[in-house]
């Protein structure tokens, strides 16, 4: 396909409308063409701070489908009609930008962004200049010890920043342009970045000065649309899934010890470990990778299929394996399975999924509200309102994550009960909250990361 042809296509690829044979067609060109790459990152950031913003679920529900509705008739039209290739640009620019625009112009104006008010007293420091990338896992901050990694704004579009959690000030810089994805193990930090020729590559940085360990990847052959967020697993190895490709590295040198793809089944999830392989989702199945060579060792067909555009998300918690996804209609699905991979265990429709854990206590989704789910029988055990799209974290006994409702806050939840342990007012995020010790950390809308004392001021 020519580049006017897929462009002509993104504003109904952002939105999911695209049938999965053109959303194929669409996908196999930009893993090769930066700057239709680069048109379709805007389209999809647009529509998913729509989806996301702060009104209430109905109206957020409402306004996508109006974007949806104008977007793609106004396409339709266009394509009737015998213009000139002009005609039909300009046609699908007003859609794309006068519509989205005005949608999100509105939005923005309702409910504002950034934070609402923070107790003063409550924050220990802040550090200003995060780069954002509202409901996307590029945008993650890392704690890790005495450290805080974040992907901070600059002239070359962002760099790895490590803070020091104390004291709120910088210990280094990295120099590579990256992209975000930030994950950790003991001494490494690994990141997303763009490659010097071609697509995207996965770079480990030392903890402790920031100095570039190795490089893998950037040959662009698939490496172009939904990276994920590389996973660090036992025995020193890295995986990393990019679209329907999964890619085990070696976490001492960069080098790659295999690649094992899944044609024709949409994005697969991150991957996680088990005792003696690598487990990935697709929107069909999911799979048991061996650890040696990423040959799958068996195949499980999931009990209802799911949306084949947005990568599945994975949890294992002992011997259960949990994939949630888009279902039928505007709601989702979790399905529940052993990790063996014998049989679907359980399955039940769920508001469409944003963040999904897992622990050996319970198994707990976040969509249009925050539930917590019996292992056994998929039934709900408690349900807890709270707006935004920030991934869920569970430590202590707790499952924490920020309601971004009116001025936002940080809010904590009894894992047994539902019932609210603490909460701290003024604090809009769909970024992770994470703790050390007595402080919480947490990047707003913003960028800005806060420092938040959890215990008495």
Aim: glycine letters at 14%; aromatic letters at 6%.
């Amino acid at each position: 396909m020519d580049c006017q042809t897929i462009r002509d296509d993104l504003p109904l690829w952002a939105t999911g409308d695209l049938g999965e044979a053109e959303s194929a067609r669409v996908e196999a060109h930009l893993a090769s063409c930066r700057r239709c790459r680069d048109a379709a990152e805007e389209y999809r950031r647009t529509v998913a701070a729509l989806r996301d913003a702060a009104p209430p679920t109905a109206v957020r529900a409402q306004a996508l489908a109006r974007l949806r509705v104008a977007a793609g008739a106004e396409i339709r039209s266009a394509r009737r009609r015998t213009w000139a290739r002009r005609g039909l640009r300009l046609a699908i620019g007003l859609a794309a930008t006068v519509v989205l625009g005005a949608m999100i112009g509105y939005l923005v104006r309702g409910v504002g962004l950034g934070d609402g008010g923070l107790d003063p007293l409550r924050e220990r420091w802040r550090y200003e200049g995060g780069r954002t990338e509202r409901t996307s896992p590029a945008e993650g901050v890392v704690v890790r010890g005495r450290l805080l990694y974040l992907v901070r704004r600059n002239e070359t579009g962002g760099a790895v920043v490590a803070v020091d959690t104390a004291a709120g000030e910088p210990v280094w810089e990295s120099r590579l342009p990256a992209v975000g994805y930030l994950a950790a193990d003991e001494g490494r930090i690994y990141c997303v970045a763009n490659a010097a020729r071609h697509g995207l590559e996965l770079v480990a940085l030392d903890a402790a000065d920031g100095r570039m360990l190795w490089r893998f990847g950037g040959s662009g052959r698939g490496v172009a649309l939904r990276p994920s967020r590389p996973v660090a697993l036992p025995g020193g190895r890295v995986a990393w899934t990019v679209g329907s490709t999964v890619h085990l590295v070696d976490a001492a040198t960069g080098a790659g010890l295999w690649s094992r793809s899944v044609p024709g089944e949409g994005p697969l999830s991150e991957a996680a470990a088990t005792d003696d392989g690598v487990l990935v989702a697709s929107c069909r199945a999911l799979y048991g990778l061996k650890a040696s060579t990423g040959e799958p060792a068996w195949r499980a067909a999931l009990a209802h299929r799911l949306a084949p555009t947005v990568p599945p998300l994975l949890a294992v918690a002992g011997p259960r394996v949990y994939v949630a996804g888009g279902g039928s209609g505007q709601g989702g699905r979790l399905v529940c399975l052993d990790d063996r991979g014998r049989r679907v265990l359980w399955s039940r429709d769920v508001p469409l999924p944003r963040h999904l854990v897992a622990t050996m206590d319970g198994v707990y989704l976040r969509g249009t509200d925050v539930r917590a789910l019996d292992q056994a029988s998929g039934e709900a055990v408690w349900t807890c309102r709270a707006d935004g799209c920030g991934p869920l974290t569970c430590e202590h006994g707790l499952v924490q994550f920020v309601d971004s409702a009116r001025d936002g806050r940080l809010v904590a939840i009894d894992e047994r009960t539902g019932q609210t342990a603490w909460a701290i007012a003024g604090l809009q995020s769909c970024g992770v909250f994470q703790t050390a010790g007595g402080t919480g950390f947490v990047k707003t809308w913003d960028g800005v990361v806060h420092a938040v004392a959890l215990g008495g001021r």
